[in-house]
């Protein structure tokens, strides 16, 4: 019956779950609601006359013309009614500031004020732009600031699109990142949470600890790239300064995680990982909190001490293998998906200082962190079902050892330690009754021990059945022809009267 609900919840939540897709999934499906989409990337020119297009989208080739965000200080094109009928300017941008003038109005003004802890840059910021009603031709501008050069600093995509549809469309474009962080997150609060509860085995539990610490970290910084926290919260500076410091704080739980399944938490590398972190996070924050420069120029130092630890375990592997020791398919399922896991660590700390590729820092990480889940959900069911069975067998084990073979009583194992708790008990009286059968050694020896031990079975039936009707007793074969009932509870004084 316990199962049976336990099914009813899976099943709802398997519809919620279920329900949940197909909101991201499907439009209205009758077709009738007019969302014009149409593109404005090329035909602008910037303020010197030269001609040039701006990015089309997160996977545009680099090799195509981008706008000049450090040699321009503007850009126009010319537009009609019939572009923005129904629509809104959509478009992102990273770390520019703007203004946006229809002709000479102003109608959209971009200059965020940004707090010390934020660092010199705001990141990427989503904007939809309402354009004021007009006849016939007009010229927009865009008159922009960069706060950064390089990569990090564009215009992406714009374009002429309904607000919801541009919104709806972003949360469909990044809905399995979104889950894929989301489980990854919730998974790795499960595993904090179990490994508080592994007191008796303290390696077991800074293991489980390690990792699930480090599926949070790569859940938050796996989620930066979804969109869908800025979307909630509207500050993509601060998701910004998350994702910075997810990556100093990653090789910690990963050092850790790694020497606890290993059984190697007394080595010296794992105190140099952890100096070395609690060195970059001290630097990281006086930058931060000082001003001093943007943390994104010590993102060098991290990618560095993540390459250390990276070697450290490289190396605690090997030194692992040479000692050959016995481990079960589980543990090398674990060390598959870890291996894979830093892999697109590392080809994405790669990525970032390559020109073109930075568009998506976490997008091969994330491709790690599905094995890594997949291989990690299978790790914990197996380690579920084989602690269950070996407590089931435990479990069983313990009760064999307190009942006698023979009658199905509980042995004189049981009787003591019963005994036990009673002399420590606080309050309460009990009766103590002794059996024995009579003449059971004559039996054995003149009718052979199988009529003994029926003569035994006898007797303890008759034991367990004369005193089923008093609540709060236990009896007990203490030996070959001995017999014990204890008699609790506020049965005792009416009991003593009737025995």
Known sequence: MNKSFAYVNLAIVLIAAVMLGLIFAFSIPDGNVITPKRP?????????????????????????????????ISMYRKIDWTTFNGADLCFTTNNLTFKIYLDEELIYDFHPKLLR????????YIHVVNIPEFEGFRTITIEYESLLKGEWTSFRGIHAEEGTAYIKNILHRNFWKFILSFSALFLGLMLVGLGMFQNKRPLKMIE????????????????SGTHIMFLVTGNPAMIRVMEHFC?????????????AMTENLNSHLVKIILWLVTGNFVVCLFVMIFGIT????????????????????????????????????????????????????IIDMVRYYMPGWVDDTAAATRIGLTVFFIVLLIYETTSIIETNRKSMESDIQARLARVDGLTGLSNRLAFNECEEVLQNGESGRCIIVQFDVNDLKKV????????????ILTAAEAIKTTFATFPGTWCFRTGGDEFMAIMTGPEVERTTTRL
């Not at 802890?117 to 990427?124: L, N, P, R, S, V």
Request: hydrophobic share 45%.
């Open 247 to 259: 990556l100093v704080l990653l090789p910690a739980p990963a050092m850790i995680y790694f020497a």
């Open 208 to 223: 489980t600890i390690a990792l699930g610490t480090m599926t949070i970290i790569l859940a938050l910084y796996t989620h």
């Open 294 to 345: 943007d943390f994104h120029h010590l993102l060098i130092l991290s990618h560095a001490i993540i390459g250390i630890c990276v070697g450290f375990i490289i190396f605690m592997y090997i030194r692992e293998l040479k000692l050959d020791k016995e481990r079960d398919n589980r543990y090398r399922y674990m060390l598959f998906g870890f291996g894979i896991l830093f892999l697109t660590g």
């Open 40 to 72: 404005l990337t090329s035909d602008w020119l910037y303020n010197g006359g030269a001609s040039g297009n701006v990015r089309q989208d997160e996977a545009a080739d680099p090799e195509k013309p981008v706008f000049d965000p450090v040699n321009s």
């Open 117 to 124: 802890i934020y660092g010199k840059y705001y990141g990427e």
């Open 444 to 455: 054995n020896d003149k009718y052979g021990h199988l009529e003994g031990d029926r003569r």
